[in-house]
């Protein structure tokens, strides 16, 4: 999103009635694939006017051969410290701590450890393991797809999600359609599932992400979809906002398309954390 295009969609006249919400999704190059130090979207943040933003780099898990997209356990300590080198470069700016966890069954004890192990504001669950070691958003595991059910996929992705969701583990439940990226889409009605998740985040008071890196995948779509959306609000689900920045030209991208859709499904108001503590916001 460049400065000139957040512009045009201010002349289009949305601006007078929304503020830009915080972005609360983005990733440092720890993870292997993301380019930009956490000062340096800090730095595009203040340009585009964001109100605040949060760090969520994908975590660690306790054994590092699990993939090669997060950081290392051992590099937890200097991910704070990145975050740490922003909010001294960046007064202005608030700038929460986070990370985006795996959640993985069996998992539970190693993410309630890296949650006592520093000041936390807040962790996103997100479900990118359907069963074994398939990470299904996984480019180079594409091919993958062929060996399985696509109504299967949708049904493991969201028990797992539900699961997530019902751990209390999360302040925040990450892009919850992610097996649409690379355009695998339910043959069924999906309704059912839909609510047991949502059920489930009332229960525990965990808040779902308008995710805009769907805009810049194949299925060219905000995660989750209007209809997940649109049964969020009357389920008394509450929202937040992430760009899931992997470059610095990426934070703050699309923010408005979401806040449009989130105005579509009935919200207007949002959540920010400080310390695990949550917030509501008009936006
Ligand atoms: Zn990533
Ligand atoms: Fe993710
Ligand atoms: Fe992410
Ligand atoms: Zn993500």
Known sequence: MSIKSLHSVRLNGYSPLMSLPADYHMHTPLCRHAKGEPTEYAARALELGLPEIGFSDHSPV????????????CELKEYVAKVEH???????????????????????????EMARRHNWDYFIGSVHYVSGKWDFDNPKRLAEWAEHDVDEVWTDYFTRLTNAAASGLFQII??????????????RDITGLYLNFLAACESTGTCIELN???????????????????????????????????????VGMNLEDAMILAHEGGFKECCRFNCLEKNVVRF
């Not at 960046?90 to 985006?100: A, D, Q, V, Y």
């Not at 990450?174 to 043959?187: A, E, I, Q, V, W």
């Open 62 to 73: 306790e054994h590092d051969d699990q993939d090669d997209w997060r950081m290392l356990a």
């Open 86 to 112: 922003a909010r001294e470069a960046h007064p202005s700016l608030p700038i929460r701590l986070g990370l985006e966890v795996d959640f993985i069954p069996g998992h539970e004890p190693w993410i309630k």
């Open 174 to 187: 990450g892009h919850p359609d992610l097996p649409k990226k690379f355009n695998h889409r339910p043959t």
């Open 212 to 250: 805009t890196a769907g805009l810049r995948k194949d299925c060219a779509e905000i995660y989750p979809n209007i209809e997940l959306l649109k049964l969020a609000k009357p389920a008394n689900v509450q929202i937040t906002f992430g760009s899931d920045a992997h470059t610095t030209q990426e």
